[in-house]
């Protein structure tokens, strides 16, 4: 059974850092590639960036490039969200989501499976 769980999350000044995790079970990671997601209230989840099997980083959203980096321990089926330079408007739910894939990063309506999220609040 595929499980992911996200862990984190908390409140952080405008500026700030966090740091999110996100541990998997179930799968082989060598088949699927990891994404962040987030939604925020009143609006529709929308996809963070991604982490392909060959480490490339692509982006789903230009609002976090240069803020944001996603890396992952492949020996702990874990992948990471550095949130940096946090604004008010990264106020959101964060989700992580795996699909299985194979070269580079899917759309962002091609991920299966799904953790429960974790909150982030930004805010002074």
């Known amino acids: 059974q595929v499980q992911l769980m996200e862990s984190g999350g908390g409140l952080v000044q405008p500026g700030g850092s966090l740091r999110l995790s996100c541990s998997g079970s179930g799968f082989t990671l060598d088949y699927y590639v990891y994404g962040w997601f987030r939604q925020a209230p009143g609006k529709e989840r929308e996809g963070v960036l991604c982490?392909?099997?060959?480490?490339?980083?692509?982006y789903y959203t230009d609002s976090v490039e240069g803020r944001f980096t996603i890396s992952k321990d492949n020996a702990k089926n874990t992948v990471y969200l550095q949130m940096n330079s946090l604004k008010v408007e990264d106020t959101a739910v964060y989700y992580c989501?795996?699909?299985?894939w194979g070269y580079g990063c899917p759309d962002p309506n091609s991920y299966e499976y799904w953790g429960q999220g974790t909150q982030v609040t930004v805010s002074s």
């Open positions: 989501a795996i699909a299985y």
């Open positions: 982490i392909s099997r060959g480490d490339i980083t692509t």
